[in-house]
């Protein structure tokens, strides 16, 4: 049953691996949505968001609406979609990082999958659904470098259930000082 699917959330390329460390040199990430999302989505989009810019030391500004999918354009974009790329099936939702020479992320697309998951915000609490909220700001962590955790608490946890979902949108302690330390913050 979609209601009842277990969502794995996960990052392509070796970031997860930890073979290679990955991570963005510019502290300002711009970001767009897909044109068919709604403005309620728009909300919770711009609040994961806005979370991991008062954690961290980036900067994530909303640029508007721009195309949906994976498609590898200079914007970082969020999108919701019908219709699932073959080379990342079964996943609920999915962040892909474009590189440069040196191995910095300087791109990033993040998808979410309407085949097969409900999404719903923290405003409207629709039952059985992922928030979008929570399963974005996990994808927000491996837009930044981050991989995946082996702790059951922490944001970046590879799987969590429709109701952790509800939960995860909170940046945990753990979380962070992973980010502290690939960026050599305090």
């Known amino acids: 049953m979609r209601h009842k699917c277990v969502f794995a ?24 949505l897909n044109a068919e999302a709604n403005e309620l989505t728009e909300t919770a989009v711009r609040g994961a968001f806005a979370r991991w810019d008062e954690a961290t030391h980036f900067t994530f500004s909303y640029k508007g609406r721009n195309r949906a999918g994976l498609k590898r354009d200079r914007k970082n974009t969020v999108s ?6 073959a080379d990342v099936a079964g996943k609920t939702a999915f962040c892909r990082n474009w590189y440069d020479g040196a191995g ?7 998808i979410f999958n309407m085949e097969i998951a409900r ?22 962590g491996h837009m930044i470098g981050l991989d995946h955790s082996d702790s ?10 429709i109701t952790e979902s509800y939960f ?6 753990e979380t962070l000082t992973r980010y502290r330390s690939l960026y050599g913050r305090l």
């Open 9 to 32: 959330l996960i990052c392509l390329f070796s970031s997860c691996t930890g073979a290679v460390v990955h991570k963005r040199d510019s502290p300002l990430v711009e970001y767009y």
């Open 104 to 110: 910095s992320i300087v791109e990033s697309d993040i």
């Open 152 to 161: 059951s608490t922490s944001l970046m946890k590879p799987f969590s259930s």
């Open 168 to 173: 995860i949108g909170e940046i945990d302690e």
């Open 119 to 140: 999404f719903t915000t923290a405003q409207t609490k629709t039952p059985d659904s992922y928030y979008i909220e929570g399963v974005l700001s996990h994808e927000i």
């Open 80 to 85: 919701f979609l019908t219709v699932w790329p």
